[in-house]
Nanobody
Framework: VQLQASGGGLVQAGGSLRLSCTPS????????VGWFRQAPGKGREFVAAIRWNSRNTYYADSVKGRFTTARDNAKKSVYLQMNDLKPEDTSVYYC???????????????????WGQGTLVTVSS
């Protein structure tokens, strides 16, 4: 599967953005789709994930209550709704996918076999 991440941009603190992750080549059926981010000079960080079939979701503590990931059934894609954005959310955001990942590895980027190209989110103070 190939992944296309989109929706990044510049937003003021407290604002919202919605990122999308769209598959090509095959659907997300039976996949876990994860969101990760990487700020300049920092390591990759898990943000959220969703298991397509069960719709189970997982979140990093730093985004719980502010970010939501879900299926967009009409577009057959996954989105990441980001509310109450903070300057520390500024990063390049990536979506990733895996058909074989287990729950205990969902926060581990190395467990995902497919990655999108990343989309930049900049939050100004």
């Amino acid at each position: 599967v190939q992944l296309q991440a989109s929706g990044g941009g510049l937003v003021q603190a407290g604002g919202s953005l919605r990122l999308s992750c769209t598959p090509s080549g095959e659907s997300f059926s039976n996949y876990v789709v994860g969101w990760f981010r990487q700020a300049p000079g920092k390591g990759r960080e898990f943000v959220a994930a969703i298991r397509w079939n069960s719709r189970n979701t997982y979140y990093a503590d730093s985004v719980k209550g502010r970010f939501t990931t879900a299926r967009d059934n009409a577009k057959k894609s996954v989105y990441l709704q980001m509310n109450d954005l903070k300057p520390e959310d500024t990063s390049v955001y990536y979506c990733a996918a895996s058909r074989t990942i287990i729950v205990s590895s969902i926060t581990n980027g190395d467990a995902y076999g497919y990655w999108g190209q990343g989309t930049l989110v900049t939050v100004s103070s």
